[in-house]
């Protein structure tokens, strides 16, 4: 059973940078593709980034140009750089790996069969 587990939230200021990172218990990291989800309270739980196997990458419109995925397979890790941030991304982040053979990357929480215990970030002044 694959195990995600992130780090690097935490409380930064409107404006602010922080990178959340995920450790993945696996020397086989490049068999799946990666994302990074977020829900906050009352809401569902919605994709903002995701990374193929190939590293090709996919973007929800609310954080593209502000925020970046990265992965790499060596190490086991993703990481979600974050700038420029709003209180509107105060969050818990998780991050997910799949492994369907027909998917690239998804931004659809379905596509993902394993899954961290998730984050908190929060952006407040």
């Known amino acids: 059973q694959l195990q995600l587990m992130e780090s690097g939230g935490g409380s930064v200021l409107p404006g602010g940078s922080l990178v959340v990172s995920c450790a993945i218990s696996?020397?086989?990291?490049?068999?799946?593709?990666l994302g990074w989800f977020r829900q906050s309270p009352g809401t569902q739980r919605e994709g903002v980034a995701a990374?193929?196997?190939?590293?090709?990458?996919l973007y929800s419109k609310d954080v593209r140009d502000r925020f970046t995925i990265s992965r790499d397979d060596a190490k086991s890790t993703l990481s979600l750089f974050m700038s420029d941030l709003k209180p509107e991304d105060t969050a818990d982040y998780y991050c997910?790996?799949?492994?369907?053979?027909?998917?690239?990357?998804?931004?659809?929480?379905?596509?993902?069969?394993?899954w961290g215990q998730g984050t908190q970030v929060t952006v407040s002044s």
């Open positions: 990374i193929a196997r190939d590293g090709r990458v």
């Open positions: 997910a790996a799949g492994e369907r053979a027909t998917v690239v990357h998804s931004l659809l929480p379905g596509a993902y069969a394993f």
């Open positions: 696996t020397h086989d990291a490049g068999s799946y593709y």
